[in-house]
């Protein structure tokens, strides 16, 4: 199985830009679909974007407006979401998952996901 171990979470100010990154380790990062989950304090935990083994990403609705940008390097075995004009309502737990490859897309539901990281916390202050 795949290990996800995430890191760049921390206390930042809105307005500012952060970077979030996921190692892999323990299987071949190509052959897995990754993607960026949150779940902010009280509420349940919701897809923000995802890339394909493929290689095709795509974005929930409410971040695809040009704030969230998911990319991966194969060659670190690295997953990042870089976050831009970081708002108080991004204030949440972030968290990698992974599955090996079965779609040419990233799926959408946590459920079809066996592979997760801690996460890393998100806060943002104003």
């Known amino acids: 199985q795949v290990q996800l171990v995430e890191s760049g979470g921390g206390l930042v100010k809105n307005g500012d830009a952060l970077r979030l990154s996921c190692v892999a380790s323990?299987?071949?990062?190509?052959?897995?679909?990754v993607a960026w989950f949150r779940q902010a304090p009280g509420k349940s935990r919701e897809f923000v974007a995802g890339?394909?083994?493929?290689?095709?990403?795509?974005y929930a609705e409410k971040f695809a407006k040009g704030r969230f940008t998911i990319s991966r390097t194969n060659t670190k075995d690295t997953l990042f979401l870089q976050i831009m004009n970081m708002e108080i309502e991004d204030t949440a737990v972030y968290y990698c998952?992974?599955?090996?490859?079965?779609?040419?897309?990233?799926?959408?539901?946590?459920?079809?996901?066996?592979?997760w990281g801690q996460g890393t916390q998100v806060t943002v202050s104003s």
């Open positions: 998952a992974a599955v090996r490859r079965n779609t040419v897309v990233a799926p959408t539901q946590s459920d079809d996901y066996p592979y």
């Open positions: 323990g299987r071949t990062f190509t052959d897995y679909s």
């Open positions: 890339i394909s083994w493929t290689g095709v990403s795509r």
